[in-house]
Nanobody, 114 residues
């Protein structure tokens, strides 16, 4: 069994920053590929960023240049540094880890509003 837990969401003003954290534990190898998706009300889930076991990163077009994904070496922990936040970044952010399948967390709410 694999557990994925996110934290760090909250309310922030436009132009502000937040840092999300995610940890995965259980029956999964070290340095597994991990990533983030998000879903706003009434919209489909959207890819945000992912990081490979070797540290290679890929970002969704809407967050390139503003968000940075990183990980702890040798651990199944990832972080999403979000800068220059926009109201359209408001969503529930879901972390996942890749093993035999995709394992998802419960999500953390990010609200960007003045």
């Amino acid at each position: 069994q694999v557990q994925v837990v996110e934290s760090g969401g909250g309310l922030v003003q436009p132009g502000g920053s937040l840092r999300l954290s995610c940890g995965a534990s259980g029956s999964i190898g070290r340095n597994a590929p991990m990533g983030w998706h998000r879903q706003a009300p009434g919209k489909q889930r959207e890819f945000v960023a992912r990081i490979s076991s070797g540290g290679s990163t890929v970002y969704g077009d809407s967050v390139k240049g503003r968000f940075t994904i990183s990980r702890d070496n040798g651990k199944n922990s990832v972080y999403l540094q979000m800068n220059s936040l926009l109201p359209e970044d408001s969503a529930v952010y879901y972390c996942y880890v890749t093993g035999l399948e995709y394992y998802w967390g419960q999500g953390t709410q990010v609200t960007v509003s003045s």
